[in-house]
């Protein structure tokens, strides 16, 4: 069997989480590869409003078995409060969620670091969540982070003392005010991580794999927030893109099998960072209000834009993405005229369609093709052959230009809002 990789090709936002539970039904394993609780992953269904950041979107199907692969930072604290949320809604996470011993944990005063290098960048902050995931990261690649497989080793307090002092160091010598009085409940939560299913994930996913056992890795934020081929330095701490499925899983580039794309019929950004086609009069508020842009984790109003084709079409390069699925196609139907952008034009005059290493340090301005509006969908079509011919002639637009067909279309935030 193969596994398939569902990741988003804008910057974040773009809707994995219900589409991760559209297609749950076809496997017998999600996992997630990357990201923390800076991710938002929101679920419709039975008239219920569930937004996940580190537990895989699976979880409410039973019948599946939902991992936390080692390529994710974990929050304990975050975890045991996602978890007590779902069995209030009478899931079941203890039976169907495994966790990578090797997924490094986010202490408290990561996120203490993250608020003190935040203030330190002053005007040049990248906008973090403030979660921690930063410094978490950076102490994985120095070599010194706390892992999930440690709380269970007899020494885990003094490993957690030596690093929340060199924590400490850092803190001081930035001059950051600071109060840490998270420690209690990070203790109790990480008691409660304990009497969870606590796994070697790299042998798990392949064993799956070699019983015929189908698996959807889960990315989380978008590729262009990808550490390496994002909006440096406005990037997420991991990579974004299919080879961190196979950092975050421990799975050989072989096994890979479809791809899929998820995109927005439009652009949305959360944070500070280049967006050639944001909206920032009337049309860009009418976007945000229609689409409800608001961050599932911050809460924070989302900067809206036009379909940068451009950026779509070197997320779906770099990906290798083999299916194409477009979100939110609705918010775009309260427009009578839409635009593209297909190009960009350089402070030098010169148009580009190519997103270069130095178009982060200027201005660019983006060349608009025009598309008429398909109107508000009174109900769900049966098929993609019946959508409005509009819809289907911006469909066609967008599959001609990044070479790979469009095979689901979302028309609301509902399970059943989702025409494939």
């Known amino acids: 069997m193969k596994v398939d990789i569902l990741l988003g090709l804008q910057w974040g936002d773009e809707g994995k989480g219900k589409i991760v539970d559209f297609l749950a039904p076809k496997y017998t394993v999600v996992a997630r590869f990357q990201g923390g609780p800076n991710a938002g992953h929101t679920l419709e269904f039975d008239g219920m409003k569930h937004v996940l950041h580190q537990i895989p979107s699976g979880i409410f199907r039973k019948s599946i078995a939902n991992v936390i692969g080692n390529g994710v930072v974990l929050d304990p604290v975050i975890f045991q409060r996602e978890i007590m949320a779902l069995e209030d809604l009478q899931a079941d996470p203890r039976q169907n969620l495994y ?41 994985k690649i120095g070599r010194q982070g706390l892992r999930v497989g440690d709380i269970v080793m007899p020494d885990f307090n003094e490993r957690y003392e030596a690093l929340k002092n060199k924590h400490l160091e850092v803190l001081d010598f930035l001059k950051f005010d600071y109060e840490l009085d998270e ?34 890795a889960e990315g989380a934020q978008g590729s262009l927030l990808d550490i390496d081929f994002g909006s440096y330095p406005f990037v997420t701490s991991s990579n974004t893109m299919v080879a961190g499925a196979c950092t975050g899983l421990g ?36 976007l945000r209000e229609v689409g409800h842009e608001f961050g599932a984790t911050t809460g924070r109003p989302r900067r809206t834009g036009w379909l940068d084709l451009p950026a779509l079409k070197y997320s779906v390069m770099i990906n290798g993405v083999t299916q194409l699925f477009m979100m939110k196609a609705d918010v775009l139907g309260h427009f009578d005229e839409i635009k593209v952008c297909t190009a960009y034009k350089l402070a030098s005059g010169e148009i580009t369609d ?65 025409i494939s």
């Open 99 to 139: 966790i990578s011993k090797k997924a490094q944990l986010i202490l408290p005063t990561h996120r203490l670091l993250d608020a003190a290098y935040e203030k330190a960048k002053g005007k040049d902050k990248i906008g973090s969540t403030l979660k921690g995931i930063g410094p978490t990261y950076q102490d």
């Open 183 to 216: 420690e209690k409940p990070f203790f109790a939560a990480i008691e409660f991580l304990r009497g969870f299913t606590l796994i070697d994930s790299e042998y798990f996913v392949n064993q799956k794999l070699k019983e015929g056992n189908s698996v959807l």
């Open 251 to 286: 799975i050989p580039p072989a096994v890979v099998g479809e791809v899929y794309g998820v995109f927005k019929a439009y652009c949305t950004r959360v944070g500070s960072g280049p967006f050639p086609t944001e909206l920032h009069e009337a049309t860009g508020e009418k």
């Open 354 to 418: 190519k997103l270069s290493f130095e178009m982060m340090n200027e201005e660019v301005e983006p060349v608009y093709k025009s598309f008429k509006g398909w109107g508000v969908f009174a109900d769900v079509p049966g098929s993609l052959d019946e959508l409005p011919f509009e819809l289907n002639n911006y469909i066609r637009y967008i599959e001609q230009e990044t070479g790979v067909p469009v095979k689901l279309v979302s028309i609301g935030p509902d399970r059943t809002e989702t």
